[in-house]
């Protein structure tokens, strides 16, 4: 099983930045992609951002520019710097992998826990 974690959300005014980390745990035989999704109220759960093994990133339209995702594959460890915050940034925001299980090989997606960011006015 691959265990991840998000942390770094919190209470920021518009305007203002967070760094959003989520870290792993367990054994894949592999993980390829990993990514950022939020989900916001009401609202379908939505891909914020990805990165793939070798730093090729992809970005939602709504926060090009102004958000930025990294990954240290050494420490299997993705981030999210969100810079620019406006309230329509506010949800909960998940981790999120793609690997293979170590025993099957089977495919899999592996979610986080979710961490919150709101955005005051």
């Known amino acids: 099983q691959v265990y991840l974690k998000e942390s770094g959300g919190g209470l920021v005014q518009a305007g203002g930045s967070l760094r959003l980390s989520c870290t792993t745990s367990?054994?894949?035989?592999?993980?390829?992609?990993m990514a950022w999704y939020r989900q916001a109220p009401g609202k379908q759960r939505e891909l914020v951002a990805d990165?793939?093994?070798?730093?090729?990133?992809n970005y939602a339209d709504s926060v090009k520019g102004r958000f930025t995702i990294s990954r240290d594959n050494f420490k299997n460890t993705v981030y999210l710097q969100v810079n620019s915050l406006n309230p329509e940034d506010s949800a909960v925001y998940y981790c999120?992998?793609?690997?293979?299980?170590?025993?099957?090989?089977?495919?899999?997606?592996?979610w986080g826990q979710g961490t919150q960011v709101t955005v005051s006015s």
């Open positions: 990165i793939t093994s070798g730093g090729s990133t």
């Open positions: 367990g054994v894949a035989y592999s993980i390829n992609t």
């Open positions: 999120n992998a793609e690997g293979r299980d170590v025993r099957t090989m089977n495919v899999r997606q592996y």
